[in-house]
């Protein structure tokens, strides 16, 4: 259990290498999805195109969906999009960018499904077998197909134990033809997305630094303030549940006469430790020790969170001048001044 705990909270003290690692999970949890995926494609012309670009762009989008599902940020994004501006403003650039990243990583698993499709060509010829321009592969003593028979006879071109037009075109040939488009579809795919994401990744931050800069630090904020306000109600409910019981078991106590008192040794420091204990859990409630004032707690938290100023004294120097900065000096002085003692050091000698 403690090698659990300590594994959890390593993943949430690094949780963009975590994120980056389900993306990676995922990434692969498409690619075997699959290899093991059972490809049964229908044959019949008004069917193929459907089931092949079906295969081919719902799962994508499922495994988008899945990674907003798994990423934490999607709470804070929406908490954050539709929360009170109260005391502090809300920076349409931050939300961009967290939801930029959010979608970055939810887009690499739907990636990898499509490019591994298309180098594979199952779905591309099932989609494309009836519709591509085989002419050239067709038997010229067979030229003289209506439209809608040689439609049929292509359609089944996917299937081997369907397909009974051998005579009249090539299976292997046009199987092969129709894969090699995909697999080209498949390659260009690929070079698109990774020239996009080296335009995201590395030219965007070198036309707007300082904007980038600051918009990844206000997302950094706003992910661990939550995380500390999440962390700071949990200890105060710990505390105030224990603070709690303790009260209810001293005042049940004084109710039951115990009929035999046995003696207890206590050891050394005892009653210290359950001091400091006590204090300890006096100081995690933080003053607030009503159902009711709690609530309100939360509430002020959500409806108006505090703004984000914290030095209220230098505040103050920068109103008053000069002139507040020189008393201040001077009574820094007036009260840092310590008085010299002196102090006697007698010697002994032991002859």
Known sequence: MDKFRIMVQFLQANQE??????????????????????FTCPCLPDYNYAYGIGILIVPPIWFFLLGYVLNNNISVLTEEWKRPVGKRRKDPAVLRYMFSSMTQRALIAPAVWVAVTLMDGKSFLCAFSATTDLSQFINETYQSL??????????????????????????????????????????????????????????RPCFTQAAFLKTKYWSHYIDTERKLFDETCKEHAKSFAKVCIQQYFESISGEIVPQFQLPTKKKKGGKDDDREKEKSDEEKLLGVRKEEDMNKVLWNWHTCKPALFLNKHAEDMNMNGHAHLDTLSFSDERYTHTPVKNTAVAYYSKV
């Open 17 to 38: 290498s975590f994120m980056n690692g389900i993306c990676g999970i995922m990434a692969l949890a498409s690619a075997q999805m699959y290899s093991s995926f059972e």
């Open 146 to 203: 209506s439209k809608k028979e040689l439609l049929k006879l292509q359609a089944r071109i996917p299937c081997q134990d369907v397909f009974d037009g051998h005579e009249v075109i090539s299976m292997e040939a046009s199987t092969r033809y129709i894969r090699c488009l995909s697999q080209a579809c498949g390659w260009t795919f690929l070079m698109v997305i990774t020239i996009a994401a080296f335009l995201i990744r590395a030219i």
